[in-house]
Every structure is written in C-alpha cells, then in structure tokens.
C-alpha cells in the first residue's frame, strides 16, 4: 500500500463530532484533513459560563492544531467551505479545493430565529466565544447602565433580564444571572441593590428542560423559582425591540420592558447544510438538518458522511436525535469506523446510539440529571455535571483552570472575568 | 464635620496611578468617585502575553467595582468625560455632571503614530485588551496563511514579523513571538516550519531598551539575537502598508515584506489631555502631556492634580519621569497624601520619586533589571521579573491563576489560549 497515495477522509468541522472522527482515524491508513473555519475547538456547554464572566474563552477553547500536533495523518486547515462537487469528490474552500474520498461534514448548528431577521441584533444567541463575550459585555453594562439611571421605570427596564427558551442552556444562563445578581455583584454598587434585578425565563413549551422527562422538569423550575428565577412557560415572543419583548400567553398579549434579551429559543443546521442538500438534491427538515441513512451516509452518497447537529438521525420513532455534543461524539467515533469498513470494501454498518443520559445545571450545586432510567437531582447530580464537564474539557490545562476557577468562585462567587470588552464598551447597551 | 457634605474627590481613570490614588484615600473623610471608560483595571505590563496566547484577558484585569467594593467611601462611575468645566469645579461626563472639590486626573496615555493617521489600522499598538486580541489574531492568523500559502515570496512576507520600537514591550513581544515560533508550533503545521519565522526588531534610536543603561542594552540585545531576533538599532520606519514596511537607515532606504508589522514605539497622553490643557489653557509637551507643578497640580489650579503617563513631571534635570506603572502609583498616593494636606488648610508637599529600578524580560528565563546601582541579567532578574509581577497583580485569584499558567507554559512552551477570535476570524489577515 505504501506506493499507491493513501485515501483522503476530509472532515469538515472540529467541533464534538468531527473532533472525534478525526481522533478515531490516528491509526488508520488515510489522510485526514480537518477543516474548520475557526482555529479552535470549542467546549460549547461551558459557553455560559463565559457568557456569565466566571471563566475566559480559552479555558474552554483549545487550538486544534494543538489537539492533533502529534497526529501525523491529520492535517488542519483553517478555512471556510464555499461548496461540493459530490460528483468530483471535492470540497471547495474559499481559496483551495479538497479532494477526499470520502467526506464526513459535521458543521453543527448555529441559532434560529425563525425568520426574524433583525432578532440576533437584539437578544444574541449563545453559540461562538463572540455570542458569549457579547453576552457578557450586554448583562454587565445592563447593571452599569442601571446605575446610572434616575429614572425608576428605565432603571427597572435595565434590571430586567429576559431568557428565551428554557433548554439546558436557559436555564443555566438563569441561574448563573440569579447568582450575579444575589451574590456576585452584592457590594459592588452604591446606588442600586442587583439584587432587585428581574430574571425572566420564557418558554413557548409547557415545561422547562423539555427534553427531560417531566418530573425532572418540574425539580428544575423549582430550583430555579427558589434561585428567584421567574419561570414563564406556555409563553411566546411576538416581537423584540430595543425596550423589550412583546410576549403572548394563550390570547393574552402583554409587554415586558427589558433592556437585556438573550435567545436560546432556537437552533439551526450550520447554512453548509443548505450547500450540501443543494449539491446532493436533497431535503432538509425544519431545523435544516438533512436526514442520513441508518449508516449516516447521505441518501445515494455511501462516501458522504453526515454527524452531529447538521444530521437528522431517526433512531427508532419519528423524532430524530438531539443536537447534543454525546449524539454528536458517537457519530464521529462511527463515522470513523465507517471509513474503516468502507477501505476494506466491507458493508457499512448501521449507527446505534445508546444515550448516556441528560443532565443540566441550575445555579451553584444543584443539577438534574437522567441516566437510563435513574433520575437524579439537586447536588450529587451537580457533582455528576461537574464532574462530566471537567473531565470531557479537551487538555490538562484547561481541566486544571477550569476547577480551580469553580473551586474559587464556588466560595467566593468571584465572577472576576466579567470583562466588557469591545468596540463600544462605554456605550450602556 | 458629620453634617456638613464631605469634600468630593474625582479621579479620572482606573489605571495604577487612579486606583493607587483612590485606594490610599480609603480612611479620610471624603466622596471618592473614580470614572474610568472601562470596567476594570488593566494590568498593562502583561498586555503582551495575552497579545501571545499565554494568558487570557482576564488574568491581567480586575473588575474596579470589585476592587472597590468594601472602600464604602468611594463610587466607581463606568462613563467618558467629555469635558472639564475647571472654574465651576466641574468634569462633564457623556450622560452626567460631577462636581469636585479636588480632581485627580490620571486618564493614562495611548499609542502615537507621530500623525500617521492610516497606521493604527496596519500596526496594531498594545495598550488595551482591544490590541492584544487583535494582535494575537494577527499572530496567529498570520501562521495560518503561511500554511495556506504556496508562493515562496508571500509565504515569507506571511512568516515575517516587523516590531517597531525596541522599548520592554517591543523587546518582551519579539522573545514571546520567538518562543511561539521555535517551540509552541513546533508540531502544529504540516507545511511550513514555523521556526522560519522572522522577527525583527526595529528601533529607530541607537539601542534596545533605551531607558536602561547601555551595558544592559547590550545585555538584551545578546539575548535577543541568541533567541532568534534580528535586532535593527538606527532604522526609521517611514512607511507602512498592507504587504510591509520602508524603513531608512542612515541614507539607506530598504523595503521589509511583512503582513503583520506590531507597533510599541510610540506613546502620546490619553486625548483627555488636550481637553484638560484647553479647559486650563495650558500648553502641552511633545507626547500631548500636562507640564505639572512639583506638588503635583496643574499652575493656577491647586485643586486639579494630573498624574501618570499623562503628566509631564520634571524631576532633576530636563527629562521628564518616564511613563511606567511605578511613576504612577508613586504620584498616585503622593496625590491622595495631597488631598489630606489641602482638606486640612496645609501647603502641599513635592513629589520626590525613588526610582524603584528598571526591569524588561526577554524570553523565557531572562531579563535584565536595573536597582539603584545595581544591575543584573539572565535568569536572577528573570525570577525578580516574574516575582514583581505576580506580587503586584491584582486579586489573589488572578496570581494563582497566571502563575499556574506560568508555570505550565514553562515546561510546556503551550500557549493554549491562542484563539483566532473577532469579526473576520478566518480571514487571514
């Protein structure tokens, strides 16, 4: 084999899924080449925890080409996808073109709106290290700017904090501002008390943590109602603007004025979905996603692999799998071995998912968590979530900052990487 | 004194001389309010590490509120001065009036390109978070292109990095960008060697760190070119555009191809003091400074001290104190001393600086450093470089955290906080 060029495997993405593709092929005879258009892999389920000021992107980002330095069959690219030629087997970049026999894209997701076009400017979601420091300069300039106001209703409106979507990362964010509020900012202002800071957290759904079953759910909003969180579900957003959320309940409308909007309401299959059903003729579902074979190969593509939040895998019933990084992890690691058999000419073999469970934070050393058919919740599911969390954060480094940074805050409720930053940091808003 | 008002301090900015200012007035009988644009102080000296993806923003940044929180007598305002009304004893701010007894202005300096308007954009300076996450994009991304880039020529102009102006942090950038270049990389490309990487030093003047004794200069100036640099004493950049720079030496003209050219070999007082200088009608020196009496004031306004990069204070002899952090917390506490002198009806004192010494790192494990008589170099002034440094970071977390990360990169040569961030992240330049 050693005269013949060694088989192309092209991933695009370096997130959860393609990460773990790549890693699974160290041993195999290929050329792997990763593309992404960032130079990191990013540890999103702490992104809040940025957004929240408790910790600094590069404690949950690490170089990707740090991550494969010594994987000699990988080979980072840092660039962005124009388009396929699936008939070719190229993969066309903004300044190159990638031949591959065969292509696993796992591009992810990115936040929907629903068609809303001028949302993101005005409740930012909370997928990139941007959406997080922005977050971060948008909740700390709310308090600063309430500072500043005389005006009880406008000081009101600035104390106001709107979460959209009671998914993990809602409620997370709730909890993390409740803690801002009560206890990180307590002696920091003269003239208003954080403490009376509102935090909203809206659902169209009937339940917080809707992927959870329902007794979990119920546990959490009553943590979150104890962390002094109001839960508003069953709720929707009809229109954001500058001031605030017009919301309807039932046939009730009603305004809430808030300064601070933050959307976790939605996501969407990266827009390299759209490139790629349009190169291969294909559908995409509601959330963009296109649906993959029980092999995750595209429909009359065997060589094209499709993993993580960009697939919409059917396990058995109608609901495709959630965009979560354990769904996309495992996809990677079969995606791997697919490439494997493909080599060998053997047949691919189906991807089975067996789910490790859920679980999510709300607030300081509370958590609830589902493994199989064990419910957990309140602190020793906290103690899982941390534990999970550390240990999964790429590089010792990290790992080590990463506690010892939550060790410190855990006592403290130190929030000492609320930086804002960026062009008009002075701006209040 | 309980019911009349008590007198109203304002300081201008939260660098070390405002902060030094407003933390030595923590047991007098006064109104402190300390404005400063951001919200947080800066630890300048280590700007160039996070420039380098050693550190995150936030080890070298405090919340000033959090700094502040227990000193009951002193409000921290987030807001920009947008002038001075001296006799009405007022500072206008963007959104508010605050009237002072006594102003302590301290608002710091900025980068000068001696009115090259169109430089800023081509040679990012290292004064703000801003700069040094622009920088490290700049860094990095510059690596990235390399990589991308076939052209032997544009390769090399892409590998070739120009610093202008060979002060400490001219010289501590081009040691980090050495070290990331010959060991950080080491593994981490496939086509290039970044070890090929050039950096040259440019300093118009005769020497290398020419604060410091010649003997030291040319201490550095050793350790510099043994770690790869290629150190130009005597060249004026007179030129600077996308591709590289013009430079003359003696009558020389060259041209350098370069993408990423880094500037530090200019400063200028914050524009606040062109403000100040009208509002008094005082003149200003060369780097936009404020000529200030001996006792600190500005002539004519015993009430307004200026301190700090921004003042121009002339010690024995013709040349003004150099603007250092030691400078600054020096004037400010002799201001906050001042303040007590004026509350109680005394004359107030001169300001007698006792220079603390002088010390610039170079690389890993090298430094040379100047006290009193003394000098030393090598390794000895390196561990006194890295003791002052972590002693006078602010915040116990933040000198565990980048003295953990210190200690980690040592032995590792990581620097893992090396994110590719900002708006056109994939972009190359």
């Known amino acids: 084999m050693s005269n013949t060029p060694r088989?192309?495997?092209?991933?695009?993405?370096?997130?959860?899924?393609?990460?773990?593709?790549?890693?699974?092929?160290?041993?195999?005879?290929?050329?792997?080449?990763?593309?992404?258009?960032?130079?990191?892999?990013?540890?999103?389920?702490?992104?809040?925890?940025?957004?929240?000021?408790?910790?600094?992107?590069?404690?949950?980002?690490?170089?990707?080409?740090?991550?494969?330095?010594?994987?000699?069959?990988?080979?980072?690219?840092?660039?962005?996808?124009?388009?396929?030629?699936?008939?070719?087997?190229?993969?066309?970049?903004?300044?190159?073109?990638?031949?591959?026999?065969?292509?696993?894209?796992?591009?992810?997701?990115?936040?929907?709106?629903?068609?809303?076009?001028?949302?993101?400017?005005?409740?930012?979601?909370?997928?990139?290290?941007?959406?997080?420091?922005?977050?971060?300069?948008?909740?700390?300039?709310?308090?600063?700017?309430?500072e500043r106001e005389d005006d009880p209703d406008r000081r009101r409106a600035w104390l106001t904090f709107?979460?959209?979507?009671?998914?993990?990362?809602?409620?997370?964010?709730?909890?993390?501002?409740?803690?801002?509020?009560?206890?990180?900012l307590k002696h920091d202002f003269r003239r208003i008390n954080p403490a009376e800071a509102r935090v909203l957290l809206i659902e169209a759904g009937p339940r917080v943590l809707p992927a959870f079953p329902e007794d979990l759910s119920a546990k959490a909003e009553q943590s979150l109602r104890r962390l002094g969180v109001t839960v508003r579900t069953g709720v929707m957003v009809t229109g954001i603007d500058e001031q605030g959320v017009d919301v309807r309940s039932g046939d009730q409308d009603e305004r809430i004025e808030a300064h601070t909007v933050l959307w976790s309401a939605g996501v969407r299959a990266a827009p390299l979905a759209d490139r790629l059903a349009s190169a291969a003729g294909l559908e995409q579902d509601r959330g963009g996603r296109l649906a993959v074979e029980p092999d995750l190969t595209l429909p009359g593509r065997p060589e094209v692999l499709v993993i993580g939040d960009m697939a919409s895998f059917k396990h058995d019933g109608p609901k495709p799998l959630p965009g979560v990084a354990p769904v996309a992890i495992e996809q990677g690691r079969h995606a791997a071995a697919q490439v494997k058999r493909f080599l060998r000419g053997e047949p691919l073999a189906p991807f089975k998912y067996r789910d490790p469970g859920s679980i999510a934070t709300i607030g300081r050393a509370a958590a609830v968590a589902e493994v199989g058919r064990l419910r957990f919740s309140g602190f020793f599911a906290w103690l899982m979530w941390l534990f999970i969390h550390v240990m999964k954060i790429t590089g010792f480094r990290n790992r080590l900052l990463v506690l010892m940074q939550w060790g410190w805050s855990y006592f403290t409720y130190d929030r000492s990487a609320r930086l804002i930053t960026g062009e008009d940091a002075t701006d209040g808003q």
Chains 1, 2 share one sequence.
């Open 7 to 146: 088989p192309k495997v092209v991933i695009i993405g370096g997130g959860f899924g393609g990460m773990a593709a790549a890693k699974k092929l160290r041993r195999v005879d290929v050329d792997v080449t990763l593309v992404d258009r960032r130079n990191f892999h990013l540890f999103q389920p702490l992104l809040y925890q940025v957004a929240t000021g408790a910790l600094s992107p590069a404690n949950i980002a690490a170089p990707l080409r740090w991550i494969f330095r010594k994987q000699q069959n990988c080979d980072v690219v840092l660039g962005e996808v124009a388009g396929f030629d699936l008939d070719q087997k190229r993969v066309r970049l903004t300044d190159q073109e990638l031949p591959y026999d065969i292509l696993i894209v796992a591009a992810g997701s990115g936040t929907s709106y629903f068609g809303h076009d001028d949302w993101p400017a005005l409740a930012p979601g909370l997928k990139t290290v941007e959406d997080a420091t922005e977050t971060r300069r948008r909740i700390f300039s709310a308090f600063e700017a309430a």
């Open 162 to 184: 709107v979460l959209v979507g009671a998914g993990p990362t809602g409620v997370e964010l709730a909890g993390a501002l409740c803690e801002i509020a009560r206890h990180s």
